[in-house]
């Protein structure tokens, strides 16, 4: 955020959230807002106990928070909702972003070539190809998709990009493909902990990221964190939601989203409508992103078979948290000439209704409707909490929709699947904790059975009674002998050990955790192993 809005925002988010809790309290039992300030302090408690207690930030949240449960003994209504303020305040502090110019146009013009640079650098025959250095690792994405239309609506009104969500490069990767087509630059929440990374955290500071602290559980941080998003939103501030809210550990596209950080859009627009801003739409666009390897994929996946359905685990300690390891995943990445897909999906409104190029919104007849009278009544605009979780829920559906549509299929998830699918109908009755721990009775697979299943899983990819992806250009080809080739030269290249390795006629099944990470990249297409 820029530096002239800073205080600006600052002031409305607390006077808003604690505006709206203290209306809250007006129709709640005695001493509601004692009761949230006190959930916050030990909810905050919680935190700083896994926290370094030597860290000079452990301990002057410590300070504070002794001190305003202190001074919340016996306290006043007055003086509760001063402490109320204080730690609104606090969190705001630790949330707000900043953008500078300066610094956006230095990552736009020197990082990227200088990121091949550095990668190429660790191959002295690779420094002397200078017309790769020029090129830089840039050239690797392809944007493909809605693009004409996506960058016409940022004049339209206020462009939300949410993407999917498989890796922490996906903000450098979105917000360089979001240059390269001509958007805006783009506010966006990141973890904490990227900030940790030294190789990143300057142009993440001043490039608009706001840090999110998925450890602070309190409901008052996470009423701070919406209602910062929606302020930003008015001030038209384009931004990136990754809607999933969090990397994807299990390597499935994201089909349950979080509904309160999207939700945030429809109250920002019936908030535009109320004060009268214009412009005051507000334009979604989905975008799935696509790497036939993902550098994190091996923490991703084991976190989510050890603690699956519990949303507190929070990977920390994963490949991004070491420079070196980036470093050697994107010196592999360029050293195949492979390609990032990212893909536009069709924009869409607040309420997951289709627009036109010039930004109208469409019923599913193609017929424009007004996006105002979702949210007025007698022609007045209004907020209500419960019609606009109905219209979230729709506008995930659409969201999630386009994520299926649109996401490009390469050789690793093809091949991955159908090695996955020949272990699970060689054990039957093996579970799958019980097949990804032994392998099965199998520990190979001869060449032409894993040829003949990705042809398989080709065809019915293309069936049309079920949702269908995009296919890479290797795969559309369908020289099923080449795909297989070439998911096992992916294979090689990264990961501590292979997902699969071809010895002689028969493949092996290496690293069983990888191919259902990978293989799960086609969950929701109704495959025939699902």
Not at 129 to 137: E, K, P, S, Y
Not at 347 to 367: E, I, M, Q, T, Y
Request: contains cysteine.
């Amino acid at each position: 955020m820029r530096s002239a809005d800073r205080e600006r925002v600052r002031v409305e988010v607390v006077h808003r959230v604690v505006d709206g809790y203290v209306r809250q309290a007006r129709d709640a039992s005695d001493g509601f807002l004692q009761r949230l300030v006190n959930d916050t302090l030990y909810q905050e408690r919680r935190r700083l106990d896994q926290a370094n207690p030597r860290s000079k930030r452990t301990k002057a949240e410590l300070a504070l928070y002794q001190d305003v449960q202190r001074r919340l003994h016996s306290a006043a209504e007055t003086t509760v909702r001063a402490l109320l303020e204080q730690l609104a305040t606090r969190f705001v502090d630790e949330v707000i972003g900043n953008f500078d110019d300066r610094v956006y146009r230095l990552s736009t013009t020197l990082i990227p070539p200088g990121l091949s640079l550095l990668v190429n650098a660790m191959s002295p025959r690779r420094l002397l190809d200078l017309r790769r250095i020029n090129r830089g690792l840039v050239d690797q994405l392809k944007v493909q998709g809605e693009v004409e239309q996506v960058r016409r609506l940022a004049q339209h009104g206020t462009v939300v990009v949410v993407p999917t969500h498989s890796s922490n490069l996906d903000s450098i990767v979105l917000g360089y493909a979001g240059y390269r087509i001509g958007l805006p630059p783009l506010l966006y929440g990141a973890g904490i902990n990227l900030f940790s990374n030294p190789m990143i955290s300057f142009f993440m500071h001043n490039l608009g990221a706001y840090k999110v602290d998925r450890k602070k559980t309190a409901k008052l941080y996470r009423a701070v964190l919406k209602e910062y998003t929606t302020c930003a939103l008015e001030l038209g501030y384009h931004q990136l939601f990754f809607p999933g809210g969090t990397r994807s550990r299990s390597g499935a596209i994201e089909q349950q989203l979080k509904k309160g950080l999207l939700g945030t859009v429809i109250r920002a627009y019936t908030n535009n409508l109320i004060a009268g801003r214009e412009p005051a739409r507000i334009y979604l666009a989905p975008c799935t992103i696509s790497y036939k390897l993902v550098l994190e994929a091996e923490a991703l996946i084991r976190s989510h078979l050890q603690e699956t359905g519990k949303a507190s685990y929070i990977v920390e300690d994963d490949e991004f948290s070491h420079p070196r390891r980036v470093l050697n995943f994107l010196f592999n990445l360029t050293s195949l000439d492979d390609e990032i897909a990212v893909t536009w999906s069709a924009p869409l409104d607040v309420f997951g209704n289709r627009v036109d190029a010039d930004g109208n919104s469409l019923d599913p007849r193609g017929r424009v409707v007004d996006p105002r009278s979702y949210v007025t009544r007698d022609g007045v605009p209004y907020l209500d909490e419960q019609r606009d979780v109905e219209y979230t829920n729709e506008l995930a559906e659409a969201v999630c929709g386009a994520y299926l549509r649109d996401n490009v299929v390469m050789s690793t998830h093809v091949v991955a699947r159908a090695v996955f699918a020949l272990l699970r109908r060689r054990n039957p009755t093996h579970d799958l904790y019980r097949l990804l721990q032994t392998g099965g009775d199998a520990p190979s697979f001869a060449m032409a059975e894993v040829h003949s299943e990705v042809e398989r899983l080709l065809g019915e990819l293309g069936r049309e009674d079920v949702p269908r992806p995009r296919l890479s250009p290797l795969l559309l080809a369908g020289d099923v002998q080449e795909i297989v080739a070439d998911a096992l030269r992916h294979f090689a290249i990264y990961h501590t050990r292979p997902a699969a390795e071809r010895r002689g006629d028969r493949l092996f099944h290496e690293h069983r955790n990888l191919l259902c990470y990978y293989g799960n990249r086609l969950e929701g297409y109704g495959l025939a192993a699902e």
